[in-house]
């Protein structure tokens, strides 16, 4: 059982960034999955997290700027970060839980090794 996040890097801010996670060993299809990032000092937070297309939670912060998707067919999500800030500079991980996991990193049961983003001018 793997996730693989990748996608991350360095952008100025207003600008976007689309980071992937690929499982495999693992049908995604019937999990949670989640976008979870860690700032520097900070803990490891929720950023974003859908069970299925009605079923998603976002951050207050990046709410209107960032979008989660999935595609059964590839085993794989998305995170479709738009308008970046500063403050969305973090380590971003992406997560998989059970069907009724909260957008929390205690719910989630599997982790990809994360990817870093970092937006400054």
């Known amino acids: 059982v793997q996730l693989q996040a990748s996608g991350g890097g360095l952008v100025q801010p207003g600008g976007s960034l689309r980071l992937s996670c690929a499982a495999s060993?693992?049908?995604?299809?019937?999990?949670?999955i989640g976008w979870f990032r860690q700032g520097p000092g900070k803990e490891r937070e929720g950023v974003s997290c859908m069970r299925d297309e009605s079923t998603t939670y976002y951050l207050d912060s990046v709410k209107g700027r960032f979008t989660i998707s999935r595609d059964n067919a590839r085993n794989a999500n998305y995170l479709q970060m738009n308008s970046l800030k500063p403050e969305d500079t973090a380590v971003y991980y992406c997560?998989?839980?059970?069907?009724?996991?909260?957008?929390?990193?205690?719910?989630?049961?599997?982790w990809g090794e994360g990817t870093l983003v970092t937006v400054s001018s």
């Open positions: 997560a998989a839980g059970p069907p009724l996991a909260r957008c929390h990193p205690n719910d989630m049961n599997f």
């Open positions: 060993g693992f049908s995604l299809d019937s999990w949670t």
